[in-house]
């Protein structure tokens, strides 16, 4: 991508170096929009909870990874924390710099920044249209983890002073080690998003029947946004799992097209039992058995899959046949009870 063509994402994303739209970019953010007609009120409050450290005091040479599956509100969550710090009098709007890493086109097909776009960004983002600005940068980095050699950058904006928070759905192990090891003792604070349990529901609707509300969450999962649209729709909308899809494939597949994700996600959910076995997955879906390891490392990796329990959210065994009706059939209540983490 051309420095023109990179300059012209970041200042689509970046509203707020505008004085004009300061205030005002966050009444038409396609994510704060979507929250506000579907929000579920305690997974936005824990969000801000678990990021209020970033939004308390400017911390300069600091790393911050928000960690969490698709659909979860990591994007929405550091909007909030932008929103916060724009709004600051003592705030200069223009250190503040979005980065979305990755990007839809008008079909909902996902593209991501080649690595040496993500660096320029990083590292001169005047270069790719930021203006100008005194002190150190404040750096939102959105779905980091499917650029390779992310680690060693984010590491290089906190040695420089820069202030990085960024987001991710996929978290290598071995990433991470890099990251921890690259920069300063103390630097870096992992914080995690996670999808809502029963018990979490049950305990924000006390007055609700337990029978009614497990019934409910086997069937809309624990997604903040997968629970609003169930109790304002009556069930999960079309975009929402569309969205959740194109993630997962790039996530999973990563541009790939060796096993269709709903095949994949229906073939993981039928043989679930104790464990997830690799052979019997490999039969089903014609590959090798190392091929399956990778794309269930993988799952795993995007925090929708635990080897030895299951899918992580109930909606991920519906997904399928929410999205190829035609080829998959919807799964017993009692099988997801049984095989959701």
Same mark, same amino acid.
């Given at each position: ?42 997974? %936005?409050?824990?969000?801000?909870? %678990?990021?209020? /450290? ?21 994007? *929405? ?15 200069? !709007? =223009? ?20 690595? %040496?776009?993500?660096? *320029?960004?990083? #590292?001169? !983002? %005047? ?8 002190? +150190? ?21 906190? =040695? ?44 924000? &609707?006390?007055?609700?029947?337990? $029978? ?7 069937? +809309?999962?624990?997604? !903040?946004?997968?629970?609003?649209? +169930? #109790? ?10 569309? =969205?959740?899809?194109? $993630? ?9 097209? #060796? ?25 089903? @879906? ?14 795993? &990796? ?5 080897? #030895? =329990?299951?899918?992580?959210?109930? @909606? ?12 998959? *059939?919807? !799964? ?5 009870? /049984?095989?959701? +983490?």
């Amino acid at each position: 991508m051309r420095n023109s063509e990179l300059a012209q994402v970041l200042r689509a994303a970046n509203p707020w170096w505008s004085r004009r739209r300061r205030a005002s970019w966050v009444l038409d953010d396609a994510d704060l929009a979507s929250r506000a007609r579907h929000e579920w009120a305690p997974a %936005t409050t824990e969000a801000r909870s %678990t990021l209020a /450290t970033v939004t308390d005091r400017p911390r300069p040479g600091t790393v911050t990874l928000v960690v969490g599956m698709r659909g979860v509100g990591k994007t *929405t969550a550091v909007k909030d924390v932008v929103a916060h710090l724009v709004a600051d009098p003592a705030t200069d !709007p =223009r250190r503040v710099v979005l980065v979305p890493v990755q990007l839809a086109d008008d079909a909902g097909a996902i593209s991501t920044l080649r690595p %040496t776009d993500l660096a *320029t960004a990083l #590292r001169t !983002p %005047t270069r790719t249209g930021a203006p100008a600005c005194d002190g +150190h940068r404040v750096l939102v980095v959105d779905e980091v983890g499917t650029v390779a050699g992310w680690p060693q950058m984010l590491a290089d904006a906190c =040695r420089r002073g820069d202030q990085v928070l960024a987001t991710t759905s996929v978290l290598d192990p071995a990433d991470l080690a890099v990251l921890a090891s690259a920069v300063p003792a103390g630097a870096l604070a992992v914080r995690h998003l996670q999808p809502a349990s029963m018990s979490e529901l049950l305990l924000a &609707q006390p007055a609700g029947r337990s $029978g009614d509300v497990r019934a409910d969450y086997l069937r +809309h999962g624990g997604l !903040p946004r997968a629970i609003a649209e +169930h #109790r304002d729709l009556g069930d999960v909308g079309d975009e929402l799992v569309e =969205r959740l899809a194109a $993630g997962l494939h790039v996530d999973v597949c990563r541009g790939e097209d #060796r096993c269709p994700l709903d095949v994949l996600l229906s073939a993981v959910c039928a043989t679930t039992d104790r464990f997830v076995e690799p052979e019997h997955l490999a039969h089903l @879906l014609s590959l090798t058995t190392p091929e399956v390891g990778l794309l269930l490392s993988r799952l795993e &990796q995007a925090h929708v899959l635990d080897p #030895r =329990r299951g899918l992580v959210d109930p @909606l991920l065994h519906r997904l399928p046949s929410l999205l190829a009706p035609e080829r998959h *059939t919807e !799964p017993s209540t009692q099988h997801i009870a /049984t095989f959701s +983490h």
